[in-house]
């Protein structure tokens, strides 16, 4: 996997760099504050940032928050503390995964795995809404411009939706836009 550090200690990011590297992922980048690590990002798109929390300028919480609302990357936080407040916060921030310091190998590697599976499997779900969502909304234009044609044409909803389908072919374009076009023509499209 193509991997993040974001950790302002030089040692510890050292550390976490070669144990990357054994483990046969390739560090695109590291960073020392929440801000690079945003930025880094946006630029590079890793598989997953590897973030400390506490950090300057802007700590390791804030910077996972907007790679979650961005839908940029999955994060594994890791910090020194694992009190219940701290689990939380690192819940609601949205990281992946959460690791306490010091870092070894067997629980690094799970961890990636798992973050970065969750991290695909709900980029797959939003584009499964974003699609069910066009859909629907496909079907709700669609539906509006054969209740136009019903109430123009006087004809039942299954003459009104031959009409539309052969208006689709013989303009060689997608029923979508056809019923869209129907709709501006009679100021009925929302």
Known sequence: MRILV????????????????ELGHQVIGECRNGRDAIKITQELRPDIVLMDIKMPDVDGLTATKVIRDKKLS??????????????TKAIDSGALYYLVKPIVR???KPALKIAYKRFTDMQRLNQEVRELSETLSERDV????KLVLQQKLGCSEEA???????LSMERQQRMIVTAKQLLHKYNAYK
């Open 142 to 145: 669609i539906s509006r411009s």
């Open 6 to 21: 974001a950790e302002d200690e030089p040692i510890i990011r050292m550390d976490l760099c070669s144990l990357l590297e």
């Open 160 to 166: 009104a939706y031959k009409v539309l389908r052969k």
């Open 106 to 108: 067997e629980k690094l």
């Open 74 to 87: 999955a994060v594994v936080l890791l910090t020194s503390f694992s009190d219940q407040n701290t689990i």
